[in-house]
């Protein structure tokens, strides 16, 4: 049981943290290094481009919302079950950080980069245009980028606190 239980949290870690990587190495500079250069009108590449990566990070999102749940699920019965002699408390608060932040991007600031990139129009699409929505826009992604980051380490620091060995009896 104890196996199977460390397996589950690992593979959840795996899938997230691993998703997370694959999304800022992988996705977003495909999408706006390769597919937007390869259209003939920049305004048409950046926004299909952008379109790619804001349906890959929502769903994103839906991965890790769903993995942090299980593995809050799966920390307590490790602990409750005394599959486990180490304390889940430093476990719990990067869950539940990771959770927050996760949800928050999710439901807060990816509606409103959506609604301020509807509000910009084709200001949004054209990388020399100057519009109050699309320096709004701006500075969201700025913070939705680094909250991704944030996710990313606390997801690194639990990685680390599961591989640590198990406390002596």
Not at 23 to 44: I, N
Not at 72 to 93: C, D, F, H, N, Y
Request: aromatic letters at 4%; one cysteine or more.
């Amino acid at each position: 049981m104890r196996t199977l239980v460390r397996s589950l949290i690992l593979l959840g870690l795996t899938v997230w943290v691993g998703g997370l990587l694959y999304f800022g190495a992988v996705v977003a500079p495909v999408a706006f290094g390769t597919v937007m250069p390869m259209l003939s009108d920049p305004a048409v590449g950046l926004h299909v481009a952008g379109t790619m990566v804001r349906a890959s990070l929502l769903r994103l999102h839906d991965i890790g919302l769903i993995c942090g749940v299980i593995l809050l699920l799966l920390a307590i019965v490790e602990k409750t079950a005394r599959l486990t002699r180490r304390s889940i408390g430093p476990q719990l608060v990067l869950l539940a950080m990771m959770l927050v932040l996760t949800a928050y991007s999710q439901f807060s600031v990816i509606p409103r980069m959506e609604t301020l990139r509807v509000e910009a129009g084709a200001a949004m699409d054209n990388p020399t245009a100057s519009n109050p929505a699309k320096e709004q826009f701006n500075r969201l992604h700025g913070l939705s980028t680094n909250v991704e980051g944030v996710v990313l380490l606390g997801g690194l620091a639990l990685i680390v606190l599961y591989a640590r060995p198990e406390p002596a009896a």
